[in-house]
């Protein structure tokens, strides 16, 4: 059996791509709401508005190509199909740039916002480093990807392996090298970043059909208590700390007073002297 290998624009259209729109949708927009600052960046996957909740009043949506592409919106977006930049589901000025080479100053970005970004990209490494100069010490990066140990990455293992006898279909779009969650964690500790989060979703099985998805919806529940690793997608907010930095305090936060030290007496009489009362 042979099927057309489809793009990650239209795999995003099909009922697994939706179920995995809507848990990323609700989790960039709870994570990003109190993050503040003044400058936030979105870098590529134009399909989510990931600083849509972000209340900086300079936000960007940076492209990974230079060339312009059709971008096909999922139907229950309400979009229509459109070329360019202002195509962009995103309302925030587009720009095209290199992930490994981006146009902001060091220190200059309070947010930096990738789903997908770095699975999706040539060289996730550089990417992820790139996104360590811009951002302001204390700044946030919060990262979306698929899950390889999950029921989803098993299906796109085993759909690799069909390919030797000819089988052409694959479940996830072939679109990037994908990340595991504790390789990336391990990246993120190499360039002084700290995970404050990490939350792991989408636990139904890698089904095609959204009858067959609505059946299984009882796994999420039950996956987020029993099997919390094994999710399709990770979810993480990681925090740059720079080293020997120590930020200031506010001056009307009260400080705990110092105990007085206990103060030493005088005396004329000589050590061991005690009164005697007759």
């Known amino acids: 059996m042979k099927s057309e290998i489809i793009g990650l624009t239209e795999w995003l259209e099909t009922p697994p791509g939706a179920y995995l729109l809507d848990w990323e949708r609700s989790h960039f927009d709870l994570a990003v709401s109190d993050i503040f600052g003044y400058h936030a960046l979105q870098l590529g996957f134009p399909e989510i508005d990931a600083l849509r909740t972000n209340r900086m009043p300079h936000k960007w949506l940076a492209l990974h190509s230079l060339q312009k592409q059709t971008l096909a919106f999922p139907s229950r977006c309400g979009a229509e199909h459109r070329t360019g930049p202002e195509s962009i589901s995103s309302p925030h000025p587009a720009l095209y740039t290199d992930s490994a080479a981006l146009p902001f100053p060091e220190s200059s970005l309070d947010l930096v916002a990738l789903p997908h970004t770095l699975e999706l990209g040539s060289d996730p490494h550089s990417a992820l480093r790139e996104v360590a100069r811009v951002l302001v010490p204390e700044g946030r990066v919060v990262i979306s990807g698929f899950n390889p140990a999950s029921l989803w990455g098993l299906r796109q293992r085993r759909d690799h392996l069909y ?116």
């Open 163 to 278: 390919q030797r006898f000819g089988y052409e279909g694959l479940f996830l779009p072939d679109a990037g090298k994908y990340i595991g969650y504790w390789r990336l964690r391990d990246w993120l500790r190499l360039l002084d970043f700290e995970v404050e989060s990490a939350q792991f979703g989408c636990y139904r099985p890698a089904l095609k059909s959204q009858q067959w998805l609505d059946r299984f919806d009882w796994m999420d529940p039950a996956g987020k208590r029993w099997w919390p690793i094994f999710g399709a997608v990770y979810f993480l907010v990681a925090v740059k700390h720079v080293r020997g930095m120590r930020l200031l305090e506010p001056s009307w936060k009260t400080r705990k007073s110092l105990a007085a030290a206990p103060a030493i007496v005088a005396s004329k009489k000589p050590a061991g002297w005690v009164k005697i009362s007759g």
